[in-house]
């Protein structure tokens, strides 16, 4: 049977938002893993409308909330420059505007964040959400 409805959970870490001022970021929700075997972020951009505006992801772990520090890059599946976006002369839908990128996490820390910033001034809405996959106990409840 092909069920991923049963079997993920999906959670808000940034709500739709601009990411606001030169160097300002959103930092996500922190996500507890506990149960389940996988995290994959989902990055998802609306119209960008600078040029030279570059957007960064962060993707920091930890064993408790209140210590996180970056993921080393063999425990990401894709990397934190895929799920970003570059500076672009000319923005193209469905690649550098009103696109979604994505990262997974697969170490073993329970708490995972994902955070995201913007080297300019921008009205770029972006939500960043994550998605808990592979738990040890399906079918997940859905809300």
């Known amino acids: 049977m092909k069920d991923l409805h049963n079997n993920v959970v999906a959670s808000r870490v940034v709500a739709a938002v601009a990411v606001g001022t030169t160097g300002t970021g959103k930092t ?11 995290l994959e972020f989902l990055v998802s951009y609306g119209t960008v409308t600078a040029t030279n505006a570059v957007f960064t992801v962060v993707m920091k772990e930890g064993d408790v909330t209140g210590t ?3 993921v080393a890059d063999a425990d990401m599946l894709g990397t934190e ?14 690649v550098s505007k009103n696109v979604v990128k994505r990262v997974g996490y697969k170490g073993d820390k329970r708490y995972v964040n994902l955070s995201i910033s913007s080297t300019v ?23």
């Open 28 to 38: 996500g929700a922190v996500i507890d893993r506990q149960g389940y075997g996988g």
């Open 68 to 70: 996180l520090t970056s």
């Open 81 to 94: 420059a895929l799920a970003g976006l570059a500076a672009a002369a000319t923005r193209t839908s469905g």
């Open 121 to 143: 001034t921008a009205a770029t809405p972006v939500a960043v959400t994550a998605l808990l996959h592979s738990p040890t106990s399906a079918p997940t409840s859905n809300p």
